[in-house]
């Protein structure tokens, strides 16, 4: 079996078992983001968010520090961690190891980051973050509320397009045109998502695409 192929099967299995955790259901005033994840760890470097460290190639696998205690890991295992990297925040990782060299490790799975009442504001991306999860966004938003986790509006259908309030310049949205938002969810959490338009009409719009959500612990 090639790496690629070994990398979906992963995916595949880690979601399947985790479709049926609570962890999933979002709870009242929470913006949460899920979806697949691969991340390659350096020797030495932490998962990102996380007391996960790769400590190194051993001869009897992967050998990783989980807060304070050893553990070494095989191909195929499981690479799990449940906390709050921020007040506020919550992250979910359910992943597999993929390979591993003396170098760096490879882990494939899912992700769920949740952000209790977040604040949106608009503000230019910072320039070193120590922790990113890159993950697909999708909402439904009504007319006259604003696309979650932004400051942008959603004002109504015009011959123009789709109108947007709370943007800079032509405010303007056709079937598949982007929307693109950077700036801050909450202290030390941001966000750089680029959504398109998937339909509008007199009640709402509907949008989806890429968020890469920033963490400053």
Request: with cysteine; hydrophobic share 40%; net charge negative.
């Given at each position: 079996?090639?790496?690629?192929?070994?990398?979906?099967?992963?995916?595949?299995?880690?979601?399947?078992?985790?479709?049926?955790?609570?962890?999933?259901?979002?709870?009242?005033?929470?913006?949460?983001?899920?979806?697949?994840?691969?991340?390659?760890?350096?020797?030495?470097?932490?998962?990102?968010?996380?007391?996960?460290?790769?400590?190194?190639?051993?001869?009897?696998?992967?050998?990783?520090?989980?807060?304070?205690?050893?553990?070494?890991?095989?191909?195929?295992?499981?690479?799990?961690?449940?906390?709050?990297?921020?007040?506020?925040?919550?992250?979910?990782?359910?992943?597999?190891?993929?390979?591993?060299?003396?170098?760096?490790?490879?882990?494939?799975?899912?992700?769920?980051?949740?952000?209790?009442?977040?604040?949106?504001?608009?503000?230019?991306?910072?320039?070193?973050?120590?922790?990113?999860?890159?993950?697909?966004?999708s909402y439904t938003v009504k007319r006259g509320e604003a696309i979650p986790g932004t400051t942008i509006l959603y004002l109504g259908p015009t011959d123009d397009g789709a109108e947007l309030g709370g943007i800079e310049g032509y405010p303007y949205r056709k079937i598949a045109d982007s929307i693109a938002w950077t700036g801050s969810?909450?202290?030390?959490?941001?966000?750089?998502?680029?959504?398109?338009?998937?339909?509008?009409?007199?009640?709402?719009?509907?949008?989806?695409?890429?968020?890469?959500?920033?963490?400053?612990?």
């Amino acid at each position: 079996m090639n790496r690629r192929w070994f990398v979906a099967l992963l995916i595949l299995l880690t979601a399947g078992l985790a479709a049926c955790l609570p962890w999933q259901s979002p709870s009242e005033g929470q913006l949460v983001y899920a979806g697949p994840t691969e991340q390659g760890i350096a020797v030495g470097d932490f998962v990102p968010a996380t007391d996960i460290q790769y400590v190194g190639m051993t001869e009897d696998g992967a050998e990783v520090l989980i807060g304070e205690q050893k553990a070494v890991k095989k191909k195929g295992d499981s690479l799990d961690w449940d906390g709050h990297p921020l007040p506020g925040v919550t992250l979910n990782l359910k992943q597999r190891i993929v390979w591993f060299t003396a170098e760096k490790m490879h882990v494939a799975g899912t992700a769920r980051l949740a952000v209790d009442r977040p604040q949106p504001e608009a503000m230019p991306w910072p320039e070193e973050l120590p922790a990113l999860y890159k993950l697909p966004a999708s909402y439904t938003v009504k007319r006259g509320e604003a696309i979650p986790g932004t400051t942008i509006l959603y004002l109504g259908p015009t011959d123009d397009g789709a109108e947007l309030g709370g943007i800079e310049g032509y405010p303007y949205r056709k079937i598949a045109d982007s929307i693109a938002w950077t700036g801050s969810l909450a202290d030390g959490v941001y966000l750089d998502t680029t959504l398109r338009v998937v339909l509008y009409n007199d009640e709402q719009l509907q949008v989806a695409g890429l968020a890469t959500i920033g963490l400053m612990p």
